[in-house]
């Protein structure tokens, strides 16, 4: 696997800041799930909003916070993600 980084207690690629990347051959799909009390459902990736990097810190490039309850909402992401694998 090749590495990842968390941004907002969710992880993802390094290089391209995703939750599946066939290029890095990453899938955190799982551990997201995990850290959020779900169990493992094949469901669709998390998104990441256009976020800014410094010293290691993840911003959100829409408002400039490093914990963006806004655009980190990654429970809120994977709760409707997983509700749509459960319905398919």
């Not at 995703?18 to 997201?32: F, I, P, Q």
């Not at 850290?35 to 990097?53: E, L, N």
């Not at 829409?62 to 963006?68: E, F, G, Q, R």
Request: proline share 1%; with cysteine.
């Amino acid at each position: 696997m090749a590495a990842v980084v968390e941004i907002n207690d969710a992880v993802f690629c390094q290089t391209h800041l995703l939750e599946v990347c066939g290029d890095c051959d990453t899938d955190t799909r799982e551990e997201n799930d995990s850290f959020y009390g779900f169990d493992a459902v094949d469901r669709a990736a998390i998104t990441t909003p256009h976020v800014s990097q410094k010293d290691g810190v993840y911003k959100c490039s829409k408002h400039a916070i490093a914990n963006c309850s806004q655009c980190f909402a990654w429970k809120k992401q994977i709760s409707r993600l997983r509700a749509a694998a459960m319905r398919h």
